[in-house]
């Protein structure tokens, strides 16, 4: 019976040490998989940090621009004209086109040059719109506003960046001709995505 005795004390010791070291390494397993999750969370915020500085570096070399309008005489062959200046940005605008609504008629152009820091203006002359261009007019506000009145005028401006971003910048003249850029009329018109 002694023997009997010690062996089973001695199976219950090992299996009480067994049991002991089986808590300890759950123990250790779950602090190490702790540390592993706080790791992980810090690479996350890491990402996360360096996808927004990403796209505000980004969004900072995108292109923009801004329009100016003059109304000459209405006998003259070409009544608008002004200039699209590249006033920020890093990249060069493609398909820049011109968009002017005045009381009596539409005008829109896409010019024939692509802006740059290096070509930051492009001077534009205007007598009508292309049929092509009145159907996809960009900004719908400048039909559903108010009549326009005596030399008043809505001006638009699209482009397109080096990644494909659309942008967009527009303002109404009025008679005086200063600006009417009311931010709660005037929020940018988010064009379609590119094609």
Known sequence: MDALFWAT?????????????TVILAWSTRKGVALQERELRAVEAQLLLAKDQFAAAQASARPQLEIDVVIEDPGEPNPISGQVRYIAGAEPAYDVEVWIK?????FGQRLNS???PSVPSSIF???GIPDEMFKRWPFPEAHKAPVLQGNELWAGVTWRSADGTRG???YKQLE?????????LMEPFRLPASD
């Open 9 to 21: 004390v001695a199976i219950a010791t090992g299996t009480f040490v067994l049991a002991v070291g």
């Open 102 to 106: 005045t009381r009596t008629q539409s």
């Open 114 to 116: 692509i802006l740059t």
């Open 125 to 127: 002359f205007l007598n």
């Open 168 to 170: 967009s910048r527009r």
């Open 176 to 184: 005086d001709r200063t600006r009417d850029e009311n931010p709660d």
